[in-house]
């Protein structure tokens, strides 16, 4: 028994003392820094095999005390997981963790950049070699601390050539004194320029404007003023900028020495940078070019505004040229060639009517093109179209000369209306009014309207009011469907005469977002009549394709409604002009709102419109100032109303009309 104590006493001081004396001879092949009371923080030179080898790729620091253990991070693969993982080395990462002195840091341990490229391999092997001769030391040792522990965990998966670049770019990110390799970094700057140019391809444009403004700066301060020649240059280049900028919006509209001019201009600024100290006075003037920039803003926005107006409300001279072409042709003709055919349809109940009130030849035409073209039987539809006295010859002969297909087409002259009168209608009085003219015309009066929008023409016009007497003008029709000139039918409507509208008389879009086309846009909701009859957030909806009950208008008294509510404003104070305040008011809790791709807005004033959206409506509507066929128009919803226009027609070439 005291033999087999023996030797197993023999074998434990065997496998306790030997890791240790081991272990030790290691440590003393590192050279001592004690006298100078150093730690060694980073093994950067080892001899393995014989070899001598260096890790470039670790920088060496030093410390003046040590704060805690050594902490070391390896691969946690068993040694079964390992054979089992042919031809994959084992992928660990030393890391010794000490606090180091900075400034000691850097003046004794630089970083060393990888200049070998033939030796970098093998000292990577060896950097992971020893790695592991260490770690499975330490592990028999039990030296990893508790606190190291979670960290090793976690890095486990971490392969020693990531490691060692991430290292690799580290040191070269810290030290200034590393060497570049020029290769990569071309191409790195190359990439960068490109990214830079395809996220901003107005980039070198800006940065032209952007010197124009800081020399402006610099000529219109004292310094500069008292340095002629400085003065001379930078007018020089301040002429040379504007030459090459030109009207350049982005790069590629620059011409070839742009970048040399933006040199030389940078140069000259940096010589008003020395002769200029004073950042006061830069200040001041830059913030007197904001002041004066922000009054010319307001000044163009309001003269932009009125131009607008002025061009919404005013005829291109190819549309004042056509009526007068048209309507000299039709008094030319015989009595009878001024007839239509097929007048036996015109109160007909079963077929399809349109309502069209209008004074422009071409946008009627276009509604009635737009219609017969997407109409399943065109025999069945009937357009009645009501103008003014100046333009039904013109409309008439118009359509005469184009008729729709196998439609039925009626022209009427507002004037033949003898019922519509004054004493009939309390707006034709209010329209008439001189009062009426002086508060929307008169600009230099103090009661005047200073909304230019209030002064087109349109709202004074009885035309625009005839949506309100669809019974007195189609007596023997049950369902209309009320179309404005400024749209374009891409489907067919004949869907809309079979709608149930459940007891409501106008059936239309509604228009209303979080805040916008909502009663409390149109109503003056601080009078008393409309806060108490009305709801401020209640839905709007458009005018411009509304299909329209007239059995139930009748039995409604809509008219009669619509009369009360207009001699109540007489004096203005429940609505300004216009015919959706008063249709919000008529038809309140009266409209059945419709699918929304029935009818889509804002092609005259919202470049934003969704594409999909007008794709897929059946109905598109230029409301707003913006009109297709006046120059103001957007391009980009142009060609929707362009292709209904025959622009090869002798009377539109005749008048020089053109898309």
Not at 412 to 433: A, C, D, H, M, R
Request: some cysteine; glycine content about 4%; aromatic content about 8%.
């Amino acid at each position: 028994k005291m033999l087999l104590r023996n030797v197993v006493v023999l074998m434990l001081l065997v496998t306790v003392v030997a890791p240790i004396i081991l272990y030790t001879d290691r440590i003393g092949t590192f050279k001592s820094a004690s006298s100078r009371n150093e730690f060694i923080d980073e093994v950067t030179s080892f001899t393995f095999s014989g070899d001598a080898g260096r890790l470039n790729v670790l920088p060496q620091e030093s410390s003046a005390t040590l704060k805690e253990p050594i902490g070391l991070v390896y691969t946690d693969n068993k040694t079964k997981d390992l054979q089992k993982q042919e031809g994959i080395e084992h992928k660990s990462a030393r890391v010794l963790s000490a606090t180091t002195n900075d400034s000691q840091a850097q003046k004794e341990n630089p970083i060393r950049q990888v200049t070998d490229g033939k030796n970098q391999e093998m000292q990577s092997g060896i950097s992971e070699k020893s790695s592991v001769a260490d770690e499975d030391e330490v592990r028999r040792e039990g030296k990893i601390p508790k606190e190291k522990d979670g960290k090793a965990k976690a890095s486990r998966r971490s392969s020693s050539d990531t490691v060692a670049q991430n290292v690799e770019v580290k040191a070269e990110d810290q030290s200034p004194k590393t060497p570049a390799i020029p290769g990569k970094q071309e191409t790195a700057k190359s990439g960068e320029g490109q990214n830079e140019q395809m996220a901003m391809p107005n980039a070198r444009v800006q940065q032209l404007k952007d010197q124009l403004i800081r020399a402006k700066v610099y000529l219109s301060l004292p310094a500069t003023k008292n340095n002629p020649h400085f003065t001379r240059e930078l007018r020089q280049r301040i002429k040379e900028v504007q030459r090459v900028v030109g009207a350049a919006v982005k790069d590629s509209d620059l011409p070839r020495n742009s970048y040399d001019r933006l040199k030389a201009m940078e140069q000259t600024l940096a010589k008003g940078k020395q002769i200029q100290d004073d950042c006061a006075a830069i200040v001041r003037k830059l913030r007197a070019m904001l002041h004066s920039t922000e009054e010319q803003l307001r000044v163009h926005k309001k003269q932009t505004l009125f131009l607008t107006q002025l061009t919404a409300k005013t005829l291109p001279k190819g549309l004042h040229c056509l009526p007068l072409r048209l309507t000299s042709e039709y008094y030319a003709l015989n009595s009878t060639q001024q007839h239509f055919p097929n007048q036996e349809k015109l109160e007909e109940p079963r077929l399809f009517h349109y309502a069209l009130f209008s004074d422009n030849v071409l946008a009627a035409a276009v509604v009635v093109n737009s219609t017969i073209t997407h109409a399943k039987e065109p025999s069945k539809h009937v357009f009645h179209i009501v103008t003014d006295r100046l333009n039904y010859a013109a409309m008439r002969m118009w359509f005469l000369v184009n008729p729709p297909g196998k439609a039925t087409i009626q022209v009427q002259n507002i004037e033949e209306f003898t019922w519509l009168n004054s004493s009939y209608s309390p707006v034709l009085k209010q329209l008439g009014s001189p009062s009426m003219i002086n508060y929307y015309f008169r600009t230099h009066r103090a009661n005047s309207d200073s909304n230019l929008k209030y002064r087109n023409p349109k709202y004074l016009s009885i035309l625009n009011h005839l949506r309100f007497y669809l019974p007195e003008i189609f007596p023997k029709l049950d369902k209309v469907l009320f179309l404005d000139d400024d749209i374009v039918v891409q489907k067919d409507l004949t869907g809309l005469w079979s709608l149930n509208l459940k007891g409501k008389v106008n059936g239309a879009v509604e228009t209303c977002g979080e805040s916008f086309h909502r009663f409390d846009r149109y109503l003056n909701f601080s009078n008393p009549l409309i806060s108490k009859n009305f709801d401020p957030r209640a839905c709007g909806w458009a005018y411009g394709m509304n299909v329209f009950d007239l059995k139930e208008w009748k039995k409604q008294n809509i008219t009669g409604v619509y009369h009360n509510w207009q001699k109540l404003n007489r004096d203005r104070q429940l609505w300004k002009l216009g015919t959706l305040p008063p249709g919000l008011i008529t038809f309140w809790h009266r409209t059945y709102p419709l699918d929304r791709s029935w009818h889509v807005l804002g092609l005259g004033y919202n470049p934003n419109v969704n594409q999909r959206d007008i794709e897929r409506a059946a109905v598109i509507h230029y409301n707003g100032n913006m009109k297709p066929w006046l120059e103001i128009g957007m391009p980009k919803y142009r060609h929707y109303w362009t292709k209904y226009v025959d622009y090869d027609h002798v009377y539109l070439r005749e008048c020089n009309i053109n898309p």
